[in-house]
């Protein structure tokens, strides 16, 4: 089992991961609520970004929520997943994301035009 110290890190790292190949989500100034399930137990964290700093804390006031499996979560962070990982984790309903629907449609719209706008870069490089 995971401390909690440990998981604020994978939190943090996943954030970082993020935001490094999305850079205009950084100016993101947003409280997450991170939920991992585990065999009977709920970890709840809250993500203030940003940032990011982390609590083992319920985020009561945060406007997006975040769920998934414990073990899901650890294999993506180990992995060192892409947004284009966490993009197909949250299609195919792995991961989840609930909260103000403008402020997801707007994460939502930034990660597209930086995919696009990377498409378009190895396009022009062929």
């Not at 890190?9 to 950084?26: C, F, G, H, K």
């Not at 991992?36 to 083992?56: A, N, S, W």
Request: overall charge positive.
């Amino acid at each position: 089992m995971t401390a909690s110290g440990d998981t604020k890190d994978q939190i943090a790292q996943a954030i970082t991961s993020v935001t490094d190949e999305v850079p205009a989500l950084r100016q993101l100034k947003l409280v997450l609520s991170v939920e991992l399930r585990g065999r009977g137990d709920v970890q709840q964290y809250r993500v203030e970004l940003p940032g990011p700093t982390i609590t083992k804390a319920l985020a009561t006031d945060a406007r997006v929520n975040v769920e998934m499996r414990r073990e899901f979560f650890n294999a993506m962070v180990e992995e060192g997943a892409r947004v284009a990982d966490w993009r197909e984790a949250f299609s195919y309903g792995q991961a989840k994301a609930t909260g103000v629907s403008q402020i997801l449609r707007l994460i939502e719209r930034v990660v597209s035009m930086h995919e696009e706008r990377n498409q378009l870069r190895r396009a022009k490089q062929h």
